[in-house]
C-alpha cells in the first residue's frame, strides 16, 4: 500500500476507465474523488455501482457533467439526469437486478467466472443468458463483474491500509475493493496500526494500493 | 379513511413477532406505524441494516445511518449492519421472512409488474426481482385502480419482476390471495360488498361462498 495525494490518485485514472465506486444513494460514497474526477475531466468512464444517486451528489456529480459512456447499475429512479441521457442515447446503461450486481462483483473478486441465481427468471433480465438446471430448479447464468480501479469509502483506514466502515456506509465497499486491479481508498479516519482490532478489519491491507491523503 | 392507510393497517395484521420483515418504498413503508406495542419485528433495508428505526429526533440524524432510499432513520437495539453482498444474502437465501412492495400490476395467477413501464419510467430494478424471488413470503401493497383502471389484470402487460407469484395481494377494496394459482378473494375492504370489488377489477376473481370483510390492525 502506498499512500497518494488526491490529485495524484485520481491523475492515474486514465479516460475511458472503468470504475467500481462505493456507496448506495451516495451514503458511502468517496465525495472527494468525485469532485476531483470532475476536476480533472475525466472522459467515457464505465461506472459499475448500486445506483447514479442524486443530482449534486456522488455518482450524480460524474453524471451531470457528463464523464460516464457507460454505467451497469441497480437503480437510476432518483436521478433523473441519468434517465434523461439514457434515453437521449447519450448515455448507455445497464440494469441489473441489486443482488445480482453485488453477487457478480463478489465473483470477480473471489476468483469466480460467475454465480447461477434464480432473480431475473422470466423477465427481461433473462435475455441473451444461459440457463441451467441445478436440482430441476432453474437458474440463469450471470458472468463475474471486474474494473480497472475500485474507489472506496473507509471510516477508517491504518496506516498500513486496513479498513472498516460505518454504518450503511459499508454496502458495496467491501466487496467491490476484491474486484478491482488497482484499489484507492479515501478514508475519514487514517490512524496508526492497531487502533484497528483485528476483529474489526472489514478489508485486510493486502488488497488496497492507495490510501489518499487526508489534507 | 385513506386507501393508502387501510392497506398499510391490513397488512400489519400479517407480522409476527421475531419476522424479519422488509418494507418497500410508498405505502409498505407506512406498514410500520401500525403495529401493536411490543411487537418485536427485525427491519431490513437492504442498503445493510437490520434494526431499522424511525427517523431522528431533529439534529440526531447520522450521514451514514439511512434507509435504502437515502433517508436518515435510526438504529433499534439489537441493529446490524452489513455489506451488500450479507443483505442480499439474507434476501437471496430464504432468511427474509416476509418482503412487502408497491405495484404497477399484478395478474390473476399472482405474477407482479413493478419496476419499469417502458419507455416511461425507467428506475431500474434494484432490489424488487432479488426479494420476489427470494422472501420467504411476498405481500404487495398497492391501490386497487389507477385512475379508474383496475391494477389487477388478467395477464401482467408491463415486464414482470419475477416468475415467483406474490402469495398475497392487499388493496383499500380487497384482500386477494392465489391459491392454486388463481386470484381468489379472501376479504373485503371496510365497506365494500364483493360485487363491488369484482366491478373495479379485470383479473377473474374466485369468490367463495363466504367472503369476510377486512379486519385492520390497531390505527
Same mark, same amino acid.
Given at each position: 500500500?502506498? +499512500?497518494?495525494?488526491?490529485?495524484?490518485?485520481?491523475?492515474?485514472?486514465?479516460?475511458?476507465?472503468?470504475?467500481?465506486?462505493?456507496?448506495?444513494?451516495?451514503?458511502?460514497?468517496?465525495? $472527494?474523488?468525485m469532485d476531483e474526477i470532475v476536476r480533472q475531466n475525466k472522459r467515457d468512464l464505465t461506472v459499475i455501482a448500486n445506483?447514479?444517486?442524486?443530482?449534486?451528489?456522488?455518482?450524480?456529480?460524474?453524471? %451531470? %457533467?457528463?464523464?460516464?459512456?457507460?454505467?451497469?447499475?441497480?437503480? *437510476?429512479?432518483?436521478?433523473?439526469? +441519468?434517465? $434523461?441521457?439514457?434515453?437521449?442515447?447519450?448515455?448507455?446503461?445497464?440494469?441489473v437486478p441489486q443482488g445480482?450486481?453485488?453477487?457478480?462483483? $463478489?465473483?470477480?473478486?473471489?476468483?469466480?467466472?460467475? *454465480?447461477? +441465481?434464480q432473480t431475473g427468471i422470466g423477465t427481461p433480465v433473462q435475455d441473451g443468458k444461459q440457463v441451467v438446471k441445478v436440482d430441476g430448479k432453474a437458474f440463469l447464468v450471470e458472468t463475474a463483474l471486474r474494473a480497472d480501479f %475500485?474507489?472506496?469509502? %473507509?471510516?477508517?483506514?491504518?496506516?498500513?491500509?486496513?479498513?472498516g466502515y460505518a454504518l450503511t456506509a459499508r454496502n458495496f465497499n467491501p466487496v467491490i475493493a476484491m474486484a478491482a486491479d488497482t484499489v484507492i481508498v479515501s478514508a475519514q479516519n487514517i490512524v496508526p496500526v492497531g487502533v484497528i482490532s483485528p476483529d474489526h478489519v472489514m478489508t485486510p491491507a493486502p488488497v488496497v494500493d492507495y490510501l489518499v491523503t487526508n489534507s | 379513511m385513506e386507501s393508502q392507510i387501510i392497506i398499510a393497517r391490513r397488512i400489519a395484521r400479517e407480522l409476527k413477532s421475531g419476522m424479519l420483515v422488509n418494507l418497500g418504498i410508498g405505502i409498505p413503508t407506512l406498514v410500520a406505524n401500525y403495529l401493536p406495542e411490543g411487537l418485536h419485528i427485525f427491519f431490513q433495508s437492504e442498503n445493510g441494516l437490520i434494526g431499522t428505526g424511525p427517523p431522528p429526533a431533529e439534529g440526531m440524524g447520522h450521514p451514514m445511518l439511512t434507509d435504502a432510499g437515502g433517508r436518515p432513520v435510526t438504529a433499534l437495539p439489537g441493529a446490524c449492519t452489513f455489506d451488500s453482498a450479507m443483505s442480499f444474502g439474507l434476501i437471496r437465501g430464504g432468511h427474509l421472512d416476509l418482503t412487502v412492495l408497491g405495484g404497477l400490476q399484478v395478474d390473476q395467477h399472482g405474477y407482479l409488474a413493478n419496476w419499469v413501464?417502458?419507455?416511461?419510467?425507467?428506475?431500474?430494478?434494484?432490489? /424488487?426481482?432479488?426479494?420476489? !424471488?427470494? /422472501?420467504?413470503?411476498?405481500?404487495?401493497?398497492?391501490?386497487h385502480t389507477a385512475k379508474g383502471v383496475s391494477k389487477i389484470v388478467k395477464k401482467c402487460t408491463l415486464p414482470i419482476t419475477a416468475m415467483r407469484p406474490v402469495d398475497l395481494l392487499v388493496t383499500e377494496l380487497a384482500v386477494i390471495?392465489? @391459491?392454486?394459482?388463481?386470484?381468489?378473494?379472501?376479504?373485503?375492504? @371496510?365497506? /365494500? !360488498?364483493?360485487?363491488?370489488?369484482? /366491478?373495479?377489477t379485470e383479473a377473474e376473481l374466485v369468490i367463495p361462498d363466504h367472503v369476510p370483510e377486512m379486519a385492520l390492525g390497531h390505527a
Open positions: 500500500m502506498q +499512500t497518494v495525494s488526491l490529485e495524484n490518485s485520481v491523475a492515474m485514472i486514465p479516460n475511458g476507465a472503468s470504475l467500481m465506486i462505493g456507496g448506495f444513494m451516495a451514503v458511502g460514497t468517496p465525495e $472527494r474523488l445506483d447514479t444517486a442524486m443530482p449534486g451528489k456522488g455518482i450524480g456529480k460524474l453524471v %451531470a %457533467a457528463k464523464m460516464l459512456r457507460k454505467a451497469i447499475v441497480s437503480h *437510476i429512479g432518483l436521478n433523473p439526469e +441519468t434517465q $434523461r441521457q439514457m434515453m437521449a442515447g447519450e448515455l448507455e446503461v445497464q440494469l445480482t450486481l453485488i453477487e457478480r462483483i $463478489r465473483a470477480g473478486g473471489f476468483g469466480l467466472g460467475g *454465480i447461477l +441465481t %475500485a474507489l472506496v469509502l %473507509a471510516f477508517v483506514a491504518d496506516y498500513l491500509g486496513n479498513l | 413501464i417502458p419507455k416511461k419510467m425507467v428506475p431500474g430494478m434494484g432490489g /424488487a426481482m432479488d426479494l420476489v !424471488s427470494g /422472501a420467504k413470503r411476498v405481500i404487495v401493497a398497492m391501490q390471495g392465489f @391459491p392454486g394459482g388463481r386470484a381468489t378473494l379472501l376479504e373485503t375492504g @371496510p365497506g /365494500a !360488498s364483493a360485487s363491488q370489488v369484482v /366491478a373495479a
